[in-house]
């Protein structure tokens, strides 16, 4: 097998094409959201764009979480003078439209109407306000953290993975985190990923997945990150539990063993051309076979 | 004394689960946080060698697994929270089934693999067929109250609320005698009727379940409406 040409036919089968439809629902989602924004917010002009990996251009199609900044001028009270009453009237704002789930910086929109009621439209919009008229650092507001705000400047961080010459890597690296439940946050992967390889970014794919995996295997205990927008301020070793390191020691443990057994499939799947209508037909299959077994019947309540 | 936690007695069950796992769902991890087992990862649907599916998921594993069922939450927000999905809205886990169904179907609980090849597929199977727009392709229950009553009138093999709380009643607080009323409503005296039925359900239904089920089933409270 030829593990460079298994590992890229997985990043294709991985890759968000243009058309494809996914795309086509989060422009649409990105478009609306928008429109929205801007009604709601008409006597200020606030900077709405693209970012996360989007911009990166690091998505994968088995997460493909879209993010919408929106970032405020500085001298502008239009949507709240502190932070937090940006944060909290963007949301609420957001909320005529959608079920808005509040994470820390982000607001991550889910449906409202009853036809899509709960349903995740994978699309976080991020409330933000930029620190000077250069319009470059922004603060962003932290729901859950003491330290309530903070200063970042979301065009390096783009930047800085867009332009590390390791976005194969670092995409293959996250699939893998999907694959395996690891609760690293992509912009800490993403970091760790550009660190460990700086030395090795013309190196094969397999080789730069091994040395990682190797990385996290032996010296997890060990591993930080730095903020590349702000290198001695924002301390992301919260991101870092003892639990996400166990995580990335013992999967990388594994996943040496199966790599050096020759079982890539094991860790990134078999790529086939999925079908639909294999697909339709091995459900259809699984179900009539598992329909004389008497299967429970699922419930719920409050 | 206190009741050591399942796993670690006989002290190879970890080292063994984890091997098994290792072998047949190399994207399932597992790590023990604070007294629970917990597993992180995907878990593939499969069906004659093919993989139609995968979901990301977490299971915890309580304290008194397996007589208490593992926990299970799917972690990519790929199937909405609520109710008409089976899922309970407060905590964002799957519900396979009544909880009452688990402890009476399997006293002793089930392993680890059975329960996620049986139960936990299952429910994803039925996740499946409902993207795809189709209905619950082995039922669903009711939420709330009703789907309990759906429940035990399945499993006592009556019909009517009233004769599942009557029944639950009985085995709860009474002592079967031959001359008492049947629970089941006929007019006639137990003996003449469903002692049997009633002898054996008490085998299997330990008070404290009928207790509990008569109690929260009996409370004058509106139920949600059927999906
Ligand atoms: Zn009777």
Request: net charge neutral; with cysteine.
């Amino acid at each position: 097998m030829d593990i460079d040409k298994y590992l890229n036919d997985v990043l294709e089968s991985q890759t968000l094409t243009d058309d494809g439809e996914e795309m086509k629902a989060l422009r649409k989602r990105r478009d609306e959201v928008e429109k929205l924004l801007r009604e709601s917010f008409k006597d200020t002009n606030p900077v709405i764009r693209y970012a996360g990996s989007f911009s990166k251009k690091t998505m994968i199609k088995e997460s493909y979480d879209l993010d919408i900044a929106c970032y405020f001028p500085r001298n502008d009270d239009d949507a709240g003078s502190a932070l937090k009453d940006i944060y909290r009237n963007v949301r609420d704002a957001l909320k005529k439209k959608y079920t808005v789930d509040p994470k820390n910086s982000a607001l991550r929109l889910k449906g409202l109407d009853a036809d899509v009621h709960g349903t995740d439209f994978h699309i976080d919009v991020v409330p933000g306000r930029f620190t000077d008229d250069d319009q470059k650092d922004v603060y962003l507001h932290r729901e859950n953290d003491d330290k309530l705000r903070l200063k970042t400047n979301p065009q390096i961080h783009v930047d800085h993975v867009r332009d590390s010459g390791v976005r194969d890597a670092i995409r293959l690296v996250k699939y893998w985190r999907e694959r395996n439940g690891i609760e690293i946050k992509t912009f800490v992967l993403e970091i760790i990923v550009i660190e460990t390889l700086k030395d090795k970014k013309d190196r094969k794919l397999q080789t730069q997945l091994q040395h990682i995996w190797t990385e996290f295997r032996d010296n997890s205990a060990s591993l930080s990150a730095k903020d590349p927008a702000n290198p001695e301020g924002n301390d992301l070793a919260a991101f870092l539990s003892e639990d996400i390191k166990t995580q990335l020691r013992q999967v990388s443990e594994k996943t040496l063993k199966q790599v050096d057994d020759g079982q890539w499939e094991n860790t990134f799947g078999k790529v086939t051309a999925k079908e639909n209508n294999t697909r339709t037909s091995a459900l259809a299959a699984a179900i009539s076979s598992r329909a004389t077994g008497q299967p429970h019947k699922p419930y719920a309540e409050f | 004394m206190p009741r050591s936690a399942w796993y670690k007695f006989p002290p190879d069950t970890l080292p063994k689960l984890r091997a098994e796992l290792e072998q047949r769902y190399p994207t399932l991890h597992l790590f023990e946080r604070a007294g629970f087992i917990e597993l992180l990862g995907s878990f593939p649907i499969e069906h004659g060698g093919i993989e139609i599916d995968r979901f990301k998921i977490q299971i915890l594993l309580p304290p008194d697994f397996p007589k208490a069922p593992p926990f299970v939450w799917e972690t990519a927000g790929r199937i909405p929270k609520i109710l008409d999905r089976h899922i309970y809205p407060a905590s964002g886990n799957c519900c396979f089934f009544y909880p009452d169904e688990y402890r009476l179907l399997y006293p002793d609980g089930m392993s680890f693999f059975d329960f996620i090849q049986g139960p936990m597929r299952d429910y994803f199977l039925g996740q499946l067929a409902v993207e795809a727009g189709q209905p619950w392709p082995f039922g669903q229950r009711a939420h709330g109250k009703d789907g309990a009553f759906e429940f035990y009138e399945e499993f006592f093999g009556v019909k009517g609320k009233e004769i599942v709380l009557n029944y639950l009643k009985c085995l709860a607080y009474e002592t079967l005698k031959g001359h008492q009323w049947c629970p089941c409503g006929s007019g006639r005296r137990l003996r003449n009727c469903h002692m049997t039925e009633l002898s054996q359900l008490r085998k299997r239904v330990p008070i404290d379940i009928a207790g509990g089920a008569f109690k929260r089933l009996g409370e004058p409270t509106a139920s949600v409406k059927r999906p």
